[in-house]
C-alpha cells in the first residue's frame, strides 16, 4: 500500500498503577468519592468504566484528520508486551501506521511494544510529554511539539523516519492548533465516562517548574466556533454525561476563552462545571463569570505552604494571600479543592510542617485534596535540572503514589516519601473529621 494511503490506528496501552494502587492512597480516595458524590451523585464508576476519557485520542484524531483512523484499545489488558502485541494485531494489520502516546509508566511498554511490532512490518509514531526520550530505535517517527493539522503530512513527507514536530516558540499570541478534537472514536466509552473534559485554552503562561505544562511558555486560544462545534460533538456523543471538566491550566489566565464559554454553554445544555486555576487570577470578574456559568467545584494549584520553596519553583505567592482567595471562593458558595504537590526537590523538613499546618489552618475553607507525588517528567522545567540527580530510570516508578526517583536537595528520599504518606494521612483525617462533624449535624457531609 502506498505510504500516503496508509491509515493511523491510535493505541491506548495500559499503566501498571491499574493493578496496584497505593493502598493509604487507594483508601483515601474512597473517602474523597464518597464526599465528592455528595455534590455530584451523578459520579459513579462501574466495572470496566473510565474516570476520564483517553482524551489524547480525540485531539490526535483531529489533528490527523482522516476519517479512515482507528482507535485500539489496549487499555484493560495486562500489562505485558505479548498481550498488548496480540490485542493490537487483532486489529490493525501492518497498513496502518500505529500512534503511541504513552505517559512515564508505560513508556518502557510503548518501546518494547513498538519495535517487536517494526520487525513483523509496522511503522510507529510517538508523541507527548515522553517523545523527547525515545529513540531512533524506538519508533518509526517522534514527534515532539505542540499536536497540529499537518503532523500527518509531516510523517508522509518524512518515510524514512525520524523527528518531526514544530519547535515551539515563547509569547502569548500564538497562531491556533488549526484542528478540533473528534469524539468519534471514543462513542464506545458512551455512559462509561462520569465527566468530560473540555478546553477553550491550551497551554499556560504561568512558569512553574513542576508543571508539564509549563514547557509550551505559551497560550493557545480555541476559535469560538471550533469550540462551539466541540461542544457539540460531546452533546451528542455523551448525552447522559453532564459533568464538565474544564481542562484549561488556568481558568481566567484568558479572559477571551472565558467569555467563549459563557457564549456556547448555555444553562438549559445542564451542565455543572468544574475549573481549575491560580490564586493570582482570582478576582472578582472571575467569580462572577464562574457563577454566570455554572461553576460549582474550583482547584487551585497549591503545592507547598513554604514561600522559599514556592519561589524556588518559580510559583510566586504568600500563605496569606492563599487564605484570602479561598475565603472569598467560599463565600460565594464554590467547594475549594486544593492540588497538593509532596515529592518537590527542595523540600525541606521545615516546608514540610509548613504545609501540613496550612492544611490544618484552612480545613473550613477546603472542601477536597487532590494528591500527588512529584514525577520529573521530561517536558517539566524542572527536569533538565534535576536530570543528574535521578537515580531510578526504570519509568513504571515514575509514578505520582510512589516515592521520587531523584536525590532531593535537602533530605533523602525516604524522609520526601514519608513527608507524602503524611499528607494522605492529613488530608484522610480532615475529610474523616469532616464526616463526623456532618453527621453530628444530621447530614451525611458539609
Known sequence: ??????????????????EDPLPQLFKYYNLYQRKFNTLFPEYQLNEGDLWELPLWIA?????VGRDDSILVDASKVPFQTETCIEKIIETA?????????????????????SRRLRKMG????VGGNMADLAKLEDF?????GLARERIYQEMM?????????TPVKVGKNQIPLGYRPRYRLLSSFRDKVPLLRFSASHGCLFTCTFCGDAWTK?????????????????RSTFPSTKLIYIGDKTFGQSKKAVENLKEIIHPGYGYRLIVQTHVLVVDEWLMDTMEQLGVEVVEVGFETADSTVLKEISKRRKPDVFINVLEQLKDRGFHCVLNVLGGLPNE????????????????DLVWLYNLYNFVPYPKTPLFPIIRDRIIDWNFKNWREDKPVVFEPYHQSRNESWEHFLRLIETCSELLEKSKEESIVEGRLYK
Open 93 to 113: 494489520d501492518p497498513s496502518y501506521i500505529l500512534f503511541f502516546s504513552p505517559l512515564t509508566q508505560n513508556f518502557d511498554l510503548a518501546k518494547d511494544v
Open 59 to 63: 485531539h490526535m484524531d483531529g489533528a
Open 122 to 125: 509496522y511503522k510507529t509514531v
Open 1 to 18: 500500500m502506498n505510504n500516503r494511503q496508509q491509515p493511523v490506528a491510535f493505541v491506548q496501552l495500559p499503566f501498571p498503577s491499574q
Open 140 to 144: 518509526t517517527w517522534m514527534h515532539t
Open 348 to 363: 525541606t523538613v521545615e516546608s514540610q510542617k509548613k504545609t501540613i499546618d496550612f492544611l490544618y489552618e484552612t480545613k
Open 157 to 165: 513527507e518524512k518515510p524514512e523516519g525520524g523527528r518531526i514536530g
Open 218 to 234: 505559551q497560550l493557545h486560544e480555541v476559535e469560538k466556533e471550533l469550540l462551539k462545534e466541540e461542544l457539540e460533538e460531546l
